[in-house]
T-cell receptor
Framework: SQQGEEDPQALSIQEGENATMNCSYK?????LQWYRQNSGRGLVHLIL?????REKHSGRLRVTLDTSKKSSSLLITASRAADTASYFCATDGNTGFQKLVFGTGTRLLVSP | EAEVAQSPRYKITEKSQAVAFWCDPI?????LYWYRQILGQGPELLVQ????????DSQLPKDRFSAERLKGVDSTLKIQPAELGDSAMYLC?????????????FGPGTRLTVL
């Protein structure tokens, strides 16, 4: 079963623009993670935000978390063609252990 | 850079046949996961190992799927018999430990097509 749902399902932008994708989840969490998946390949961990954090940055990535709304957003600034991928949020369901439950994903297309 | 290895990368089989996937996690990673990813969806955990022990197989269809990690290192996932609905990407991942703050490292996956 999918815990989270990403919105939008698909996003198409030009290089240099910012991309924002959102994730909503159902149960309380200890932390939320974002992963990237390039076409036909495995997933790569991008960033983890803990439930007591509201915002976190990593390079061109900015993640926010609103536990009262059970939602998170991932912002990619100054996007590049290489950012073209599917992006998934994953939550741990407040177990503290690694049973990650992934969302449905946002497919991002960045055109040169 | 250490990576999770999986083989084969692609597998085509007919329904009712048996298939097996292999995964070699990053050295030193005690926790190993098998996920199934249906096209257009996120990965779904099938089974999780801590060393050689299964800690979660609640989503594993045990009538046809089996998984083992006999020496607590590499792992095999088997499907017998395969059904049309098993067509998917099978991803293996590993992490240092079970705690959810540990990053999971994923292999490239095995894409299974059942005809």
């Amino acid at each position: 079963s999918q815990q989270g749902e990403e919105d939008p399902q698909a996003l198409s932008i030009q290089e240099g623009e910012n991309a924002t994708m959102n994730c909503s989840y159902k149960t309380s969490i200890n932390n939320l993670q974002w992963y990237r998946q390039n076409s036909g390949r495995g997933l790569v961990h991008l960033i983890l935000i803990r439930s007591n954090e509201r915002e976190k940055h990593s390079g061109r990535l900015r993640v926010t978390l609103d536990t009262s709304k059970k939602s998170s957003s991932l912002l990619i600034t100054a996007s590049r063609a290489a950012d073209t991928a599917s992006y998934f949020c994953a939550t741990d369901g407040n177990t503290g252990f690694q049973k990650l439950v992934f969302g449905t994903g946002t497919r991002l297309l960045v055109s040169p | 850079e250490a990576e999770v290895a999986q083989s084969p990368r692609y597998k085509i089989t007919e329904k009712s046949q048996a298939v097996a996937f292999w995964c070699d996690p990053i050295s030193g990673h005690a926790t190993l996961y098998w996920y199934r990813q249906i096209l257009g969806q996120g990965p779904e955990l099938l089974v999780q190992f801590q060393d050689e022990s299964v800690v979660d197989d609640s989503q594993l269809p045990k009538d046809r799927f089996s998984a083992e990690r006999l020496k607590g290192v590499d792992s095999t996932l088997k499907i017998q018999p395969a059904e049309l609905g098993d067509s998917a990407m099978y991803l293996c991942a590993s992490s240092l430990g079970q705690q959810s703050y540990n990053e999971q490292f994923f292999g490239p996956g095995t894409r299974l097509t059942v005809l």
